[in-house]
Structures are given as C-alpha cells and as structure tokens.
Nanobody, 123 residues
C-alpha cells in the first residue's frame, strides 16, 4: 500500500554531482526513517545515509563530507545530493522508508523499498 519511486540516477564523470530523489506514495499516515542504500556488483547492500522524521542524519564513513541526505515531509520525498563522485560510488541506489499506513480502517506498519536507480562513475 506504500510505494517508493527513485529517480536521478545517471552516468557521471568522476568529480561530478548527482541528485537522487525518492518519492513515497500510497496510504501513508506517517513516515519515520528514510534512507538510501547501495549495492555494487558482487558486493552486499550497504547503508549510504539515513534521515529521521526529525531531521537527524547518519552517513556511511565513505560518503561523509560528499553526500547530503534531506527530506521534504510535505512531499514524502527524500533526496541524496552526491558531490565529488568517485568510481567506487558506482552502484544501484535504493531508498527505504518505514512508518505507518492507514487503509481498510486500520493502521499498518510498513518497511518499503524502491526499485533502485543506477549510478555509474567511470574510472
């Protein structure tokens, strides 16, 4: 009942910038944490950044100082501004959100993933 749709992935040269967006839709009552994860070929999925409903943030050490996560609660959207991109940032980036949905007369907890968007930084 809650869907996440990412956008903004692209091929960008090293040192460049990209801004990813992830919009949540559906029977949303409230969203707690929203986060970005990535998975490179042959590697496990890893946390990139997470932001709470109150705006507190946490970043992977590998992206601190280069990436910034933000959210627009009115639009149920989370963003990831990525600067100074490196070839090792190449991955499929997925967003995740958890919270409460309301449908069929009841509240339902959700923990939902988007389908992912590809970011490629050639070496």
């Amino acid at each position: 009942q809650v869907q996440l749709v990412e956008s903004g992935g692209a091929l960008v040269q090293a040192g460049g910038s990209l801004r990813l967006s992830c919009a949540a839709s559906g029977s949303i009552f409230s969203i707690n944490d929203m986060g970005w994860y990535r998975q490179a070929p042959g590697k496990q999925r890893e946390l990139v950044a997470v932001i709470t409903s109150g705006g507190s943030t946490n970043y992977a050490d590998s992206v601190k100082g280069r990436f910034t996560i933000s959210r627009d609660n009115a639009k149920n959207t989370v963003y990831l501004q990525m600067n100074s991109l490196k070839p090792e940032d190449t991955a499929v980036y997925c967003c995740n959100a958890d919270g409460l949905a309301y449908y069929s007369g009841q509240y339902h907890a959700f923990d939902t993933w988007g389908q992912g968007t590809q970011v490629t930084v050639p070496s």
